[in-house]
């Protein structure tokens, strides 16, 4: 009973301190289809050469401008539609391990859509030192919660059922002693 416990209470730990990002948005209205997203990052310790990578779709963002990014991050924007249908990205790339996520980390868009623009899908990716990309470390969505936090409450919910279903109680279970119920509790 403690392994079945203990694995899966290792891995919700191991796996909320990886897919942990949460890149949450404000919107600002600056008249004529402008708006500015700043966002808010957390959950996260950047390491040198990883990079926050968040997309803007061709169909609904004309133009990237006035990009601003933390201390100890490299920002590059790169357009939408630049080549014609890709993806436009305000990329972030960490020059110091442990930089500091109070930002500020912002970018003004033309937005081509009706009503105000909405969340956009984020990557974080690892570089090596000649800048080639090694592969993606996590992605979401900005402004909705983690994958990991639903996993990790359907791990809580499975755990509870199976310690329900073999009789134990959050501390033990009940002793039943010559068919008389006690208020003690064995432990295992």
Same mark, same amino acid.
């Given at each position: 009973? *403690?392994?079945?416990?203990?694995?899966?209470?290792?891995?919700?730990?191991?796996?909320?301190?990886?897919?942990?990002?949460? /890149?949450?948005?404000?919107?600002?209205?600056?008249?004529?289809?402008?708006?500015?997203?700043?966002?808010? /990052? #957390?959950?996260?310790?950047?390491?040198?050469?990883?990079?926050?990578?968040? *997309?803007?779709?061709?169909?609904?963002?004309?133009?990237?401008?006035?990009? /601003?990014?933390?201390?100890?991050?490299?920002? /590059?924007?790169?357009?939408?539609?630049?080549?014609?249908?890709?993806?436009?990205?305000?990329?972030?790339?960490?020059?110091?391990?442990?930089?500091?996520?109070?930002?500020?980390?912002?970018? =003004?868009?033309?937005?081509?859509?009706?009503?105000? &623009?909405?969340?956009? &899908?984020?990557?974080?990716?690892?570089? =090596?030192?000649?800048?080639?990309?090694?592969?993606?470390?996590?992605?979401?969505?900005?402004?909705?919660?983690?994958?990991?936090?639903?996993?990790?409450?359907?791990?809580?919910?499975?755990?509870?059922?199976? *310690?329900?279903? #073999?009789?134990?109680?959050?501390?033990?279970?009940?002793?039943?002693?010559?068919?008389?119920?006690? =208020?003690? %509790?064995? %432990? *295992?």
């Amino acid at each position: 009973m *403690r392994i079945l416990f203990s694995v899966p209470l290792w891995a919700g730990f191991f796996a909320s301190s990886l897919a942990g990002i949460t /890149v949450d948005f404000q919107i600002s209205n600056l008249g004529s289809n402008s708006f500015r997203y700043t966002y808010l /990052v #957390s959950g996260y310790s950047f390491l040198t050469n990883q990079e926050l990578d968040i *997309r803007f779709n061709p169909a609904l963002y004309g133009s990237l401008s006035n990009g /601003v990014a933390g201390s100890g991050f490299n920002l /590059v924007l790169l357009q939408p539609n630049n080549p014609p249908g890709a993806f436009g990205d305000y990329s972030a790339l960490a020059l110091v391990d442990n930089p500091s996520l109070a930002g500020p980390f912002r970018v =003004d868009v033309t937005f081509l859509g009706s009503g105000q &623009p909405g969340s956009q &899908p984020f990557f974080v990716n690892q570089f =090596d030192a000649s800048h080639n990309l090694v592969g993606q470390i996590a992605s979401g969505v900005t402004g909705l919660p983690e994958p990991a936090s639903f996993w990790l409450a359907g791990l809580g919910a499975l755990l509870m059922l199976a *310690r329900r279903r #073999s009789g134990n109680h959050a501390f033990g279970r009940l002793i039943r002693r010559n068919g008389k119920q006690e =208020d003690a %509790f064995e %432990f *295992r």
